[in-house]
């Protein structure tokens, strides 16, 4: 990564990716090709042999996946310094997708016999892959309130074999939120590293690795891609030497690079993360307003609002409160189903981060795979509407939302 200093994030991500091309394109050239050739034996030995692997194979590296990597990079390290007081430095590993890049962090990080600890609440992919995958590979994941020290401590102390400590912060589609710094110091006193899925949040409004975060993910497929256009997902972490031998290692074994098309629509997208995430935040703190005050609901999740089990943590932690919102109606289900179809402006779809409003139905959508009782138990009930705020004029989206909610 060029280290080079810009105050702002908008300049940053404008200007961090490097072109790679002899032919003066503006945008970054889209490096469509599997291999790359070498001039003479001798150059090929050497780029084998060096600490460049963006021209050899594409599944080990590409060009445009590294002018990728390199504003990520230098988004969730703006502004922050290592132990020396020098710029902290970063290695992303893009992959094809969230799932890519989280099934590299669990697999280089834990084998058979190691524990895993998370929460609940978890994306239904994240939790479906502890259950499914890491517990057939003899990783044991065990799910409990974090937000407890002392029983957070307590877990630690019993299970000698914890290995890694998995947070998602704001959590979807509950927005819980757990304090990165607290578990932190919690964990690296016990030698267990921490992994903080940063999807909601993005590097712009929250940087877990000023929080002692070991690992950051991303589902760049959401708000840092931010049109819905490509599926991409991204590893960081800050043991460069580990993250270049056993994570890379297993990033190409494991087979889940992204591709050079995808790749380039996420620097396309990263160019307005600034701007898109100030007019989504703006936006939904007007929405939840909106909803709170709306006969017809129940109760409004989003972290800005003091109701909120998690305001004062997200609050502090975060530069703004992520525009992610989740609410029940008092009709239940069946209101629902009712509010879903009458929307005319937001879109119904799963998935977050895009610049138009989604809004979907976490039972029977996103999280239908997760039992019911346990569902419920974690606060993803049968009549929970999740919106992701999007860029539109607020002005159409209240009167879309006021509309929808007197047909129910
Ligand atoms: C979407 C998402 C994922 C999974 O990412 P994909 O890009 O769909 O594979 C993981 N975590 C969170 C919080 C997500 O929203």
Redesign the pocket.
């Given at each position: 990564m060029k280290n080079k200093k810009f105050k702002g994030i908008s300049t940053l991500t404008l200007h961090t990716a490097a072109k790679e091309n002899n032919n003066s394109s503006h945008t970054t050239p889209i490096y469509a090709t599997s291999t790359f050739t070498f001039d003479t034996a001798q150059e090929g030995m050497e780029r084998f042999a060096g600490k460049d692997k963006t021209k050899l194979y594409t599944r080990w590296g590409n060009p445009t996946f590294a002018a990728a990597e390199q504003t990520i990079e230098a988004l969730e390290a703006h502004g922050l310094t290592n132990e020396k007081g020098e710029p902290l430095q970063l290695k992303a590993l893009l992959h094809s997708?969230?799932?890519?890049a989280?099934s590299t962090l669990f697999l280089s990080n834990l084998s058979a016999g190691d524990t895993l600890i998370s929460h609940f609440s978890l994306?239904g992919?994240?939790q479906e892959l502890m259950q499914k995958i890491l517990l057939e590979a003899g990783i044991k994941t065990i799910i409990i309130d974090v937000r407890d020290s002392a029983l957070l401590k307590k877990t630690l102390e019993e299970n000698k074999g914890v290995k890694l400590i998995h947070l998602?912060t704001p959590a979807?589609p509950t927005l819980q939120c757990v304090d990165i710094e607290s578990i932190c110091t919690i964990a690296h006193a016990h030698g267990v590293k921490v992994s903080v899925?940063n999807?909601?949040a993005t590097p712009y409004l929250q940087q877990p690795f000023a929080l002692g975060a070991d690992y950051v993910?991303h589902?760049?497929?959401?708000f840092l891609n931010g049109h819905g256009s490509a599926?991409?997902?991204v590893l960081l972490g800050k043991d460069l030497e580990f993250m270049n031998t056993k994570v890379w290692k297993w990033h190409v074994l494991l087979g889940g690079n992204s591709n050079a098309f995808d790749s380039y629509l996420l620097i396309q997208g990263m160019k307005t993360l600034e701007i898109r995430m100030e007019r989504h935040c703006s936006n939904a703190a007007k929405v939840s307003d909106f909803l709170d005050k709306h006969a017809a609901i129940e109760k409004v999740n989003y972290t800005g609002l003091k109701s909120h089990p998690d305001h004062a943590i997200a609050s502090k932690q975060m530069k703004q409160h992520a525009p992610l919102i989740s609410f029940e109606l008092k009709g239940g289900i069946e209101a629902g189903k009712k509010f879903l179809d009458a929307l005319e402006v937001c879109t119904r779809a799963v998935?977050?981060g895009t610049v138009d409003t989604l809004v979907s139905h976490p039972a029977s959508m996103t999280h239908f795979s997760i039992p019911r009782e346990e569902r419920i138990k974690y606060g993803i009930t049968d009549g929970l509407i999740r919106m992701s705020v999007g860029i539109e004029n607020f002005e159409d989206l209240e009167a879309d939302l006021a509309q929808a909610l007197s047909k129910i």
């Open positions: 997708s969230g799932q890519a989280m994306y992919g994240t998602e979807n899925d999807t909601v993910f589902s760049a497929t959401k599926l991409n997902g998935s977050l």
